[in-house]
């Protein structure tokens, strides 16, 4: 099985800065990981994308958090992160690090999520 371990979330002042990283731990050799992602869910909303990427670097993001956050990955250390710059009130939630990858080569892509890093940013 594979752990996505989160870790950089806390509290910030309106305005201010985080860097999320999320990293594949596994017992077997991963044989590769297609789009890695982060979502978040704040109190009383269901999950929402905030940016995907690609194994290539092609990056998605939602519109609320364009220009103001980046996603980027190191496939070399299999992990994901997502700079937040300029947060916001209504960027509080848990933010979550989804990865669609497969164990050798015949499997299909398969999706594992982590915990959850708590993110809030105070007004």
């Known amino acids: 099985q594979v752990r996505l371990v989160e870790s950089g979330g806390g509290l910030v002042q309106d305005g201010g800065s985080l860097r999320l990283s999320c990293a594949a731990s596994?017992?077997?050799?991963?044989?590769?990981?297609?789009?890695m992602g982060w979502y978040r869910q704040a109190p009383g909303k269901e999950r929402e994308l905030v940016a995907v990427?690609?194994?290539?670097?092609?990056?998605q993001y939602a519109d609320s958090v364009k220009g103001r956050f980046t996603i980027s990955r190191d496939n070399t250390k299999e992990t994901v992160y997502l700079q937040m710059n300029s947060l916001k009130p209504e960027d509080s939630a848990v933010y979550y690090c989804n990865a669609d990858l497969r164990w050798t080569i015949v499997d299909s892509y398969r999706p594992y999520w982590g915990q959850g890093t708590q993110v809030t940013v105070s007004s």
């Open positions: 990427i690609t194994m290539g670097g092609s990056a």
């Open positions: 596994a017992s077997i050799r991963i044989f590769s990981i297609n789009t």
